[in-house]
């Protein structure tokens, strides 16, 4: 997942046309970060909306990278996501979709695929979600977007609420992998967590 974080990154910044200094695809460090890539530019206009793409890169680079994935290793799921993507209205529908979903993940005879399918892929999406240095690097931008989003809904409130159902519809689609992958860790991570409470004592 570090390596696709940062390599997002990277082809983002070769895209603005902004220069590499130096990068790491992994390279844990005592602070904490796991990887970098630092980048120069001449300030424009436009600065401000590289630095956004910038910023979120990993997480259009960790949904194409387990996109690819999903379709080598389970490409019924991908088949699954393309029929509900944008076809979901509301909240019963989003329900619906994630309980279908749970049924077809585990509704196959490759287990060690779906197994493979699921590490790699809560590692890919858990690290496609920026870093707090990803968003302080285009907060000026993501504050000038979060105006603009006020803006419109001011003038154009119906066609704003209309996008956003649309917007959740198709989020509740991306979510559907994270939470299956999550029902199924989660007890994994509990029982260790119980395993070495009892050992400590």
Request: charged fraction near 10%.
């Amino acid at each position: 997942g570090v390596p696709v974080h940062e390599a997002s990154h990277m082809v983002l910044c070769l895209i603005c046309n902004h220069r590499i200094k130096g990068f790491a695809l992994y390279k844990p460090c005592l602070d904490g970060t796991l990887g970098y890539v630092n980048h120069e530019y001449r300030r424009s206009w436009i600065s401000p909306v590289c630095l956004l793409l910038i910023g979120m890169a990993p997480l259009i680079g960790g949904w194409l990278v387990f996109g690819g994935l999903t379709a080598v290793l389970r490409p019924d799921l991908s088949q699954f996501f393309s029929s509900y993507s944008g076809n979901i209205a509301n909240a019963s529908e989003a329900m619906t979709f994630l309980f279908m979903f749970g049924n077809s993940v585990f509704n196959t005879q490759s287990f060690f695929k779906t197994l493979l399918w699921m590490v790699a892929g809560f590692s890919i999406l858990l690290f496609s979600v920026p870093s707090r240095a990803d968003f302080n690097g285009c907060k000026n931008a993501v504050l000038t977007l979060i105006a603009v989003l006020a803006i419109w809904f001011w003038l154009f409130p119906d066609l704003a609420l209309q996008t956003i159902e649309h917007v959740v519809g198709f989020l509740t689609v991306l979510a559907g992998p994270l939470y299956v992958v999550l029902l199924v860790l989660v007890p994994v991570f509990i029982a260790l967590s119980i395993k070495r409470i009892f050992k400590t004592k």
